[in-house]
């Protein structure tokens, strides 16, 4: 949140201003060393500025207090046992590039914590490092949502159906093919 502060003929903008230095300058601002502020002798442009800024600022709070912090959507790095019951390890994405992305754990500054999640979303908390067995880690970003409709579809395929993708396809099993003797392509034992 930045404010305005008025000595003499000069109106400083004060606050977290680095952000915003590209805006300042093009409004004809510069920078007080000594007082560490930007200053300009508009002031009816700066307010204005500031007012726009400080709006856009409370807007992207709000939709950061509605985002969740936990929950089924919530990124996870990984499975994890931690005294003697499973949880979600948090994750973060990390951009290997533009169209790759990585996971890795959230942890506290040092890594001696790191965040974990109920395995239904429900809840968080910060765990030891040092008292934590990884059991599944995920290379690249999953949910708690998409790993719950994972393990749906999985004890779907637990009537003794193949899993291969040539399985899958729409004439699979069609008379004529050699599904019932076995998989050309795979080798699988057909079903």
């Not at 305005?4 to 300058?25: A, C, M, Q, V």
């Not at 790095?77 to 959230?106: F, I, L, N, Q, W």
């Not at 965040?115 to 999953?142: C, V």
Request: net charge positive; with cysteine; aromatic share 10%.
């Amino acid at each position: 949140m930045l404010t305005i502060k008025t000595e003499g003929r000069r109106t400083y903008i004060i606050g977290n201003t680095f952000p915003f230095r590209d805006r300042l300058r093009a409004l004809g601002a510069h920078w007080d060393a000594n007082r560490k502020a930007w200053w300009t002798g508009k002031r009816e442009e700066a307010e204005a500025l500031v007012a726009e800024i400080n709006a856009a600022g409370t807007q992207r709070e709000k939709a950061q207090d509605k985002a969740p912090r936990y929950g089924l959507d919530s990124i996870i790095a990984g499975r994890v046992e931690y005294k003697g019951r499973a949880y979600y390890a948090a994750g973060k994405e990390t951009h290997r590039s533009y169209y790759d992305s990585a996971v890795a754990p959230v942890t506290t500054k040092d890594g001696s914590r790191i965040l974990l999640y109920f395995r239904d979303g429900s809840r968080q908390f910060w765990a030891d490092a040092s008292e934590i067995r990884w059991m599944k880690r995920y290379s690249i970003p999953q949910t708690i949502r998409s790993v719950r409709a994972y393990a749906q579809e999985a004890r779907s395929y637990g009537t003794g159906e193949c899993r291969c993708s040539c399985h899958r396809e729409p004439n699979a099993g069609a008379p004529g093919t050699t599904l019932y003797d076995g998989c050309d392509r795979c080798g699988c034992e057909a079903v």
